[in-house]
């Protein structure tokens, strides 16, 4: 049973930093691309970041480009996103997902991670 799980979300400043991490159980991570996407009510789903599953490619929209950072853990089974210089916008859920190929669709979510960015 695949298993995704996020931490690290909370009440941040506007100009401060946090670090999620996602913990992934029942598959060989290494072999997966994992990515990162956010939602907040009444949006769709967006794309955040993605990484490839050796960490030599990594992707991120644009309007993230610049402050948030894309890394994973293959001997931990983790990823992480490190994001700087947060604002207003950035306040959404985020989740990570995996998927087994760079061709196919992100097959697993995590539950979710709250991040709320005060101005």
């Known amino acids: 049973q695949v298993q995704l799980v996020e931490s690290g979300g909370g009440l941040v400043q506007a100009g401060g930093s946090l670090r999620l991490s996602c913990a992934a159980s029942?598959?060989?991570?290494?072999?997966?691309?994992m990515g990162w996407f956010r939602q907040t009510p009444g949006k769709e789903r967006e794309f955040v970041a993605s990484?490839?599953?050796?960490?030599?490619?990594?992707y991120y929209a644009d309007s993230v480009k610049g402050r948030f950072t894309i890394s994973r853990d293959n001997a931990k089974n983790a990823v992480y996103l490190q994001m700087n210089s947060l604002n207003s916008e950035d306040t959404a859920i985020y989740y990570c997902?995996?998927?087994?190929?760079?061709?196919?669709?992100?097959?697993?979510w995590g539950q979710g991670t709250q991040v709320t960015v005060s101005s």
């Open positions: 029942g598959l060989t991570f290494s072999r997966y691309f």
């Open positions: 990484i490839y599953w050796n960490s030599g490619r990594t």
């Open positions: 997902a995996s998927r087994s190929t760079i061709e196919s669709h992100y097959n697993y």
